[in-house]
C-alpha cells in the first residue's frame, strides 16, 4: 500500500510504503533498496548471544522456543522500560556482527532483518538465495523507533537480558530498504551517488 | 587542604551519566540542525529530522537517546591540594556509575570475560577510569557513556613519520569508507597524533570530549583538521550510510610530540549521539 507523507515543510514528498509483518512474499518482491517503509505486526528481537544460542539449538536439532520461519527479527536490546511505559529505548545495533550467524538463520526461513550497517559477502548472497531482505532503521534514534513499540513479550532466553529474545508488536515502524531481493544494496548505490573521490 | 567526599563523587557521577544519556549536548544539536539543512541527499535530510525527533523524543519522555548507553567512561582531574575522603576513589566511581544506570533505566552493556563467558556485570561496572593530578583544589569530573558500535571502527597505527600530513589523511579517511556505514554517521572523528601507542588513541578520545567542530587552536592542525572533514565528506556515505553529503560533522585533532622514530595515529570514532557531561567539585 502506498501513502504519501507529507515531510517537515511539504517541499518535499516521500513515498511511504505500508508493510505488515509477517511480511508476504508479494510485499518482499514488492520492495527496492532505497525505499522509506512502515511496518506493522509482529517482529522477533535478537542480538549477538541470542544468535549463539539460536545457532547452536539449530545445529544440534534442538526445537527453538518460537517459529523462525517467515520471522523478521530486528537486532536491538532495549533499554529496561520506567515504569509506566512499555519499553525504553530500542534503537538497532550493528548487523554485521550477526553476519557468522545469519546463513544458518536465513536456512530455516528467516525472511526479514532490521539492524544498521553493511552486511557480509556470504549473507548477501544467501539472502538473495533464499529471498529475504535486509532493512534499516536510523541508529541511535532508540527514543523515537520506541514509539511505534506497542507491546513487548519474553519469548527466549531470558537469563541473556537485554540480549534475550523478545516479541514485539510495532505499528508503522519506519525503515529504509538496504537490501531487496533483486541484488539492490542501498550502501553501495547510495554512497556511490554522492561519492566525489 | 581541601576534602571532598566520596558520596558527594558517587552521586555526582550517577547523575552525570543519567544526563548524560538523556540530554545531548547543544553544540551536538546545533552541528546535527546544520547538517540537516545543508546534506544534498532527500534521504539523508529526512534521516537527520528522524535524529532530530529522536532526540527531542528523549528530552520530552527523559528517555535515553540511544539504547546503547554505553562503556561508562570517566575522565578525572584531581587537583593536588585536594584530599579524597570517605572511602576509595575508584569505588566511589564505580558505585555512582551502578546507581546512574539502575536508577536512570540505562542499559548495563558490560560483559565479563570478553573473550569466552561474556557474562553480563549487571551493573554497567567496572567504569573505564582516567586521572591526572593537576594544580588546584578541585575536583574536575567528566563522563562519557561510549558507544559499542562507533568504538568498533576505531583504529590505531603507527605510520613512518615521513608520510607526513597526506598519511595522516589517507589512514583517516579509509577507514571512514571503510567502516563509517557501521558507525553511525554523521560522526565526529576523535584523532590523535603523537605520543605512545595508548597515549595517542587516549589523545583522540579526549578530543571527542571538545565542542563538535570547535578547532585546535594550532593554525596548521586547524588545517589539517578542514581537510580531513573535507576529504571525509566526499566520501559520499552520508546520514546513516544511505548516501548523502554529510558523512562527519566534525574532525577533533590533538598533538603531543612523539619519539624520533614514530608516529602513531589513532582515530577514536563517534557516532552523531555523542554524549558527555562535565561537573566540577
Known amino acids: 500500500m502506498l501513502v504519501l507523507a507529507a515531510q517537515g515543510s511539504g517541499a518535499l514528498i516521500m513515498k511511504v510504503k505500508r508493510i505488515a509483518l509477517p511480511i508476504s512474499d508479494k510485499a518482499i518482491r514488492s520492495l527496492k533498496c532505497g525505499d522509506s517503509i512502515l511496518l ?8 549477538d548471544a541470542s544468535h549463539k544460542r539460536i545457532t547452536e539449538a539449530l545445529s544440534t536439532g534442538t526445537a527453538l522456543p518460537f517459529k523462525l520461519a517467515g520471522q523478521t527479527v530486528y537486532y536491538t536490546g532495549p533499554t529496561p522500560a520506567r515504569p509506566g511505559r512499555i519499553v525504553g529505548s530500542a534503537g538497532p545495533t550493528t548487523s554485521s556482527r550477526m553476519d557468522k550467524y545469519t546463513p544458518v538463520l536465513l536456512e530455516h526461513g528467516l525472511r526479514c532483518m532490521i539492524g544498521k550497517g553493511k552486511r557480509s559477502a556470504a549473507v548477501k548472497r544467501k539472502m538473495l538465495k533464499s529471498r529475504a531482505i535486509y532493512m534499516a532503521a536510523v541508529g541511535g534514534a532508540g527514543a523515537l523507533l520506541s514509539r511505534s513499540i506497542k507491546k513487548i513479550e519474553p519469548v527466549a532466553y531470558p537469563e541473556l537480558g537485554a540480549e534475550a529474545v523478545y516479541r514485539l508488536e510495532v505499528e508503522d515502524f519506519p525503515a529504509v530498504v538496504i537490501n531487496d531481493i533483486y541484488g539492490g544494496d542501498l550502501y553501495e548505490s547510495g554512497q556511490a551517488a554522492y561519492r566525489l573521490a | ?12 557521577i550517577a547523575s552525570l551519566f543519567q544526563d548524560a544519556c538523556i540530554h545531548l549536548p547543544p ?8 547538517a540537516a539543512i545543508v546534506e544534498r541527499s532527500p534521504l539523508g535530510r529526512e534521516t537527520l529530522k528522524s535524529v532530530l525527533e529522536n532526540i527531542a523524543v528523549a528530552e520530552g519522555h527523559l528517555l535515553p537517546v540511544c539504547q546503547d548507553t554505553g562503556t561508562a567512561v570517566v575522565f578525572m582531574e584531581l587537583g593536588q591540594d585536594v584530599h579524597i575522603a570517605g572511602g576509595d576513589l575508584t569505588e566511589a566511581v564505580n558505585l555512582g556509575v551502578q546507581k546512574g544506570y539502575a536508577l536512570g533505566y540505562l542499559r548495563k552493556s558490560m560483559v565479563h570475560r570478553p573473550f569466552s563467558a561474556r557474562k553480563n556485570t549487571g551493573d554497567n561496572t567496572p567504569a573505564v577510569i582516567y586521572s591526572e593530578i593537576v594544580p588546584g583544589d578541585k575536583l574536575r569530573i567528566r563522563v562519557m557513556p561510549k558507544g559499542g558500535g562507533a568504538e568498533n571502527c576505531s583504529r590505531l597505527t603507527v605510520m613512518p613519520p615521513a608520510l607526513g600530513h597526506e598519511g595522516i589523511i589517507e589512514y583517516v579517511v579509509s577507514l571512514v569508507d571503510e567502516c563509517g556505514s557501521n558507525a553511525c554517521p554523521p560522526l565526529i572523528l576523535g584523532i590523535g597524533i603523537g605520543g605512545t601507542t595508548e597515549h595517542t588513541m587516549l589523545l583522540a578520545k579526549k578530543a571527542l570530549l571538545r565542542k563538535t567542530g570547535s578547532h585546535n587552536p594550532d593554525p596548521e592542525i586547524k588545517e589539517l583538521e578542514k581537510r580531513i572533514l573535507t576529504e571525509v565528506n566526499r566520501l559520499g556515505i552520508g546520514p546513516m550510510g544511505y548516501g548523502g553529503s554529510v558523512t562527519a560533522l566534525a574532525a577533533h585533532i590533538e598533538v603531543f610530540p612523539s619519539h624520533i622514530a614514530s608516529m602513531p595515529v589513532a582515530v577514536n570514532m563517534q557516532c552523531w549521539c555523542s554524549r558527555h557531561r562535565e561537573a566540577v567539585l
Do not use: F, P
Open chain 1, 40 to 47: 506493522t505486526g509482529s517482529m522477533l528481537t535478537a542480538r
Open chain 2, 1 to 12: 587542604m581541601r576534602k571532598i567526599q566520596c558520596r558527594t563523587i558517587t552521586e555526582t
Open chain 2, 27 to 34: 553544540d551536538v544539536i546545533a552541528s546535527l540542525r546544520r
